[in-house]
């Protein structure tokens, strides 16, 4: 059995559950509210658990407190039991437990990983969260959501929740809601109009594969910047190719391959007289081998060679360089180290980042990317939107204008995020963001 106690002053209240709050918007998505008996497993079907042992964990969640009105009241101290069993009948397992609690009064969560002793085949253990009631405590709920993985097999119980109310002091505080910040409203009517331009907009967000995580934001983050293309820039609907969750034959159908670099971007264009604009959200990946970066489509398999089942970031460059536009934009953003802000995802590469090898850029194309060399692309789920993105479309609502003639140039809109995306990076997840722009810095990105 193992014991916890929470209690102290409001910073520390869930920082004495030794959680560490590392940002993932992921983990925020917990909603549920009220009381659940012994947990309520949520699974999403199309990522099923496929065990490679016979080991199988089984995890649950129990709240208690004094009074028995289920409810955590003035001078009361509850406990959340957290059950791990061992079904194997003939292997041991050593849990490692992925907790998360959500306050309602606190848009950010709080996160802990909590190691257990090896349960032997047929047992069960428990490790026991203390809260104590505080006075600075908000009336409104707590949710706990949990998930035990085997550290021998690396099999993996299914989530479970519970939530529990609260009765604070404080003035009680309304259930949260989504927080759109400036860049997802009133997105600004540009003056330019660009007929002839061609863009593409890929949002990567629900990954097929178990072992890739989701990328929370990547679909909002497309959606928006395809609306600030059509207000903003000017570009007609009609001409961006917009894809959402895109595979690999997605991929090769609009940029081409290797041997056939005529894919429908290549179609779409005016020779001369059509500018491009290129985004992609979602994940990158390096082959570990070559150290070259490839995309990660959603039907990507991390278990097979990136050659196999990404999209060369080589090619892509490459195909783009024969495209006949009159310019061409690109931004990216992913990082290529093989991690992300959920973790590793080469799961079979060393747990350091990759420094990867970026392919050669031809002097026409100018290019944002969120993350330099080995960095992590991060989130920020206050806006609802990556991190880099978020920034690039303040920058291009005229707040990266630094002589105010309402012109966007490449360079403002350097400048405007070299200011914001490391320092906020550092800040909230103390790490170094490092995003790249090359290109000719004098172009004119938008007018507003």
């Not at 920082?15 to 925020?28: C, D, E, I, W």
């Not at 991690?339 to 090898?357: H, L, T």
């Amino acid at each position: 059995m193992h014991d916890i106690t929470i209690g102290g002053t409001m910073k520390k209240i869930f920082v004495l559950l030794l959680f560490t709050s590392f940002g993932s918007a992921l983990l925020a998505q917990d909603k549920s509210r009220g009381y659940s008996n012994q947990g309520t497993i949520g699974k999403r079907p199309e990522k099923i658990i496929r065990t490679t042992s016979a080991a199988d964990i089984v995890c649950t969640l129990s709240f208690q407190e004094p009074s028995g009105d289920r409810v955590l009241g003035e001078g009361e101290t509850a406990t959340v039991k957290i059950s791990v069993k061992n079904q194997s009948l003939s292997n041991p397992i050593e849990p490692k437990l992925e907790v998360i609690a959500q306050p309602s009064w606190s848009r950010q969560p709080m996160s802990s990983i909590k190691f257990m002793s090896q349960i032997e085949q047929g047992q069960m253990a428990a490790h026991n969260v203390l809260l104590k009631w505080d006075e600075r405590f908000s009336s409104g709920t707590i949710s706990f959501k949990v998930k035990a993985t085997d550290q021998i097999s690396g099999i993996v119980s299914e989530s479970v929740e519970l939530s529990f109310q609260v009765e604070g002091k404080q003035k009680p505080v309304s259930e949260p809601t989504p927080v759109f910040v400036d860049v997802d409203v009133s997105v600004p009517y540009g003056p330019m109009r660009s007929p002839d331009a061609v863009a593409v907009i890929i949002g990567n967000g629900d990954y097929i594969h178990n072992d890739i995580p989701d990328v929370t934001f990547s679909i909002n983050d497309a959606a928006t910047v395809k609306k600030y293309l059509i207000n903003t820039f000017g570009y007609r609907e009609e001409n961006i190719l917009y894809l959402k969750n895109a595979t690999k034959t997605d991929f090769e159908m609009v940029f081409g391959t290797k041997d056939v670099p005529e894919g429908k971007l290549y179609n779409y264009i005016k020779p001369n007289r059509s500018d491009v604009f290129v985004y992609y959200s979602g994940h990158g990946a390096p082959d570990p081998g070559s150290k070259k970066a490839y995309f990660m489509p959603v039907n990507c398999d991390p278990s097979v060679n990136l050659r196999l089942s990404g999209y060369s970031l080589e090619t892509f460059y490459q195909n783009l360089e024969k495209i006949p536009a009159k310019s061409i934009t690109v931004m990216i953003d992913a990082c290529f180290s093989g991690g992300s802000q959920q973790g590793m995802i080469i799961k079979n590469a060393s747990p350091m980042f990759i420094d990867v090898e970026y392919p050669l850029i031809g002097s026409k194309i100018n290019v944002f990317t969120s993350a330099s060399g080995d960095q992590i692309a991060s989130w920020y789920p206050e806006s609802n939107h990556s991190l880099f993105t978020y920034y690039f479309l303040r920058a291009i609502r005229g707040e990266a204008d630094q002589n105010k003639d309402r012109k966007i140039t490449i360079q403002e809109v350097k400048s405007y995020i070299d200011e914001n995306v490391p320092y906020t990076a550092r800040r909230k997840y103390g790490r170094e963001q490092t995003p790249m722009v090359k290109g000719n810095l004098e172009t004119i990105i938008c007018t507003y």
